[in-house]
């Protein structure tokens, strides 16, 4: 039996609302498939964590996306029921796990971002973002600091563990640049006070991750190239094999409870 995609009328609030909330839910997909598989027992747990850290931030914004929609979708139908073009999570966060420093750099970047940016979402003017803001905060200073002791250790560590913590920085620099990206919807937003403007953050994001990366003997790359798309729903292939996991149980088995 199939299921029909929902549909999403994308006012400015709901697509930011779902931006956010997609990064993390993807994010928090990818660290999860680490459950059961990560070179020890305490890293097993401690992604794990953060997943489900992540998966948290996500409900709470999907559900104040359907707050904000008014209509009869929900955290779950956003979730689940959305086809792959509808997802507007930045392309980093769905790139695959790699090896363990691919998966580290990768969340050492985003986190780097997102402590900064909720951080200073918290003075968002919309009482219930600077609500999100201020908890999704608190995970995100833990989740910056765990992934970046995890850089220096494999920067500064074994010949091999170099080598991969710099291929890993060297293949996705060039997704870091969409996080500072803003559209005309979101302009609006920041215009209002809702949203913060994230490029006045990269020079401060720029300066935490040079200095774990110079800590840690890597480089970062001087390409200044970077790749756009999934803020307006354009992803890269993995995405959709990733949402054919993530959805599978909502497509088989459609409207049943637990």
Not at 162 to 185: K, N
Not at 196 to 217: C, F, M, Q, S, Y
Request: hydrophobic share 45%; glycine share 6%.
């Amino acid at each position: 039996m199939s299921i029909a995609n929902i549909q999403v009328p994308e006012t400015p609030l709901v697509l930011y609302a779902l931006r956010r909330a997609d990064d993390a839910l993807i994010l928090g997909h990818r660290l999860s498939e680490w459950c059961g598989h990560a070179p020890m027992l305490e890293e097993d747990m401690a992604l794990s964590n953060i997943a489900l850290d992540l998966i948290g931030q996500a409900r709470e914004l999907y559900s104040y996306a359907a707050k904000a929609e008014g209509k009869d979708n929900d955290e779950d139908k956003f979730a689940y029921l959305r086809d792959v073009r509808q997802y507007r999570n930045l392309l980093l966060v769905e790139q695959p796990n790699g090896d363990f420093a691919q998966t580290l750099v990768r969340q050492f970047f985003y986190s780097a971002f997102a402590d900064l940016y909720w951080r200073a979402m918290m003075a968002s003017r919309d009482a219930t973002l600077a609500a999100i803001a201020a908890k999704s905060e608190k995970e995100s200073a833990y989740h910056l600091r765990h992934s970046a002791e995890w850089i220096i250790r494999l920067g500064d560590g074994t010949d091999e563990s170099h080598a991969r913590a710099q291929a890993a920085i060297d293949h996705l620099w060039a997704f870091t640049g969409e996080m500072f990206a803003v559209d005309d919807s979101e302009r609006g937003l920041i215009d209002a006070g809702v949203a913060i403007d994230p490029a006045g953050l990269r020079d401060r994001w720029l300066k935490t991750v040079t200095g774990i990366i110079n800590e840690a003997t890597l480089a970062l790359p001087q390409n200044d190239w970077m790749q756009q798309g999934g803020r307006s729903g354009r992803h890269s292939e993995h995405l959709g094999h990733l949402l054919s996991e993530l959805q599978s149980m909502q497509r088989t088995f459609p409207g049943l409870t637990w």
